[in-house]
C-alpha cells in the first residue's frame, strides 16, 4: 500500500513569492494534518483537515492557508515568503473514528527561501 | 500548557546497550504519545504508542513506559544497533476532536558499532 505522498520533494522560492505544497493521504484516510519542522527541531503543527473542514490551527500567520479536496489530498499555501519559513513540510495522515489514533507522515517537502 | 520536554538532546551507545530516551509533559489533557523515528531527509515514522491507561507497552526491542502520576513516558531500545541510529522524538496528543501532535525537540541517537 502506498504510504503518505508529497510534491514536490524540494523547491526554491525566493522572499516574497508564493508556494503551494501538495499531499496526498493513505487509501481510507480521511484526516490531512501540515506540520513544519525547522532544522534541529521537531514538528510544529500547521493545520488538521477531515473531511474538508479546518479542525485544528496552529500558530502560525495568516499567511499559510489550507485546503482539502473531496478525493481528501490537501494543499499547504504560503504567501509573502520569509527567509524563516525555510523547513521540512510534513503531511500527516489519519484514520477517523474509533479508537484510531495514529498519524503517519510523509518524506516531507524541502522549502528553502532565499 | 502545551509543551513537550524531552532528553537528552544526543545519546551515544554501544552496540548491545539499552538507550533511554524521557520525555515529560504539563497537560493532563494529552490522551496519546507516540514515539517517532526520523532518518536524515525522511520523514517521521511511527514506532510505537502509548493510551495513558497502560503503564507500558513492548513491541519487540522498543519499550514504552509510562508514568502518569509523575507525567513522564520513556522509550527504552533494547539490543541497540547501528540501525537504530536516528532521531527519535516522542510527542502527545491532547483529548478532543483535533488530531493535532505536540512534538519534543528530539534525541539524536548514535549506535557505535
Known amino acids: 500500500d502506498a504510504g503518505v505522498t508529497q510534491s514536490p520533494t524540494h523547491l526554491i522560492k525566493t522572499r516574497g513569492q508564493h508556494v503551494t505544497l501538495r499531499c496526498s493521504p493513505i487509501s481510507g484516510h480521511k484526516s490531512v494534518s501540515w506540520y513544519q519542522q525547522v532544522l534541529g527541531q521537531g514538528p510544529q503543527f500547521i493545520f488538521q483537515?477531515?473531511?474538508?473542514?479546518?479542525?485544528g490551527r496552529g500558530n502560525f500567520p495568516d499567511r499559510f492557508s489550507a485546503r482539502q479536496f473531496p478525493n481528501y489530498s490537501s494543499e499547504l499555501n504560503v504567501n509573502a515568503l520569509l527567509l524563516g519559513d525555510s523547513a521540512l513540510y510534513l503531511c500527516?495522515?489519519?484514520?477517523?473514528?474509533?479508537?484510531?489514533?495514529?498519524?503517519?507522515f510523509g518524506p516531507g517537502t524541502r522549502l528553502t527561501v532565499t | 500548557q502545551q509543551q513537550v520536554k524531552q532528553s537528552p538532546q544526543s545519546l551515544i551507545v554501544q552496540k548491545g546497550g539499552i538507550s533511554i530516551i524521557n520525555c515529560a509533559y504539563e497537560n493532563t489533557a494529552f490522551d496519546y504519545f507516540p514515539w517517532y523515528q526520523q532518518f536524515p531527509g525522511k520523514g517521521p515514522a511511527l514506532l510505537i504508542a502509548?493510551?495513558?491507561?497502560?503503564s507500558e507497552k513492548k513491541e519487540g526491542r522498543f519499550t514504552i513506559s509510562f508514568n502518569k502520576s509523575a507525567k513522564q513516558f520513556s522509550l527504552h531500545i533494547m539490543d541497540s544497533q547501528p540501525g537504530d541510529s536516528a532521531t527519535y522524538f516522542c510527542?502527545?496528543?491532547?483529548?478532543?476532536?483535533?488530531?493535532?501532535?505536540?512534538f519534543g525537540s528530539g534525541t539524536q541517537l548514535t549506535v557505535l558499532p
Open positions: 500527516a495522515s489519519s484514520s477517523e473514528g474509533g479508537m484510531s489514533y495514529e498519524q503517519y
Open positions: 502509548i493510551r495513558p491507561d497502560v
Open positions: 510527542a502527545a496528543r491532547r483529548s478532543g476532536s483535533a488530531r493535532q501532535l505536540t
Open positions: 483537515y477531515y473531511e474538508k473542514e479546518e479542525r
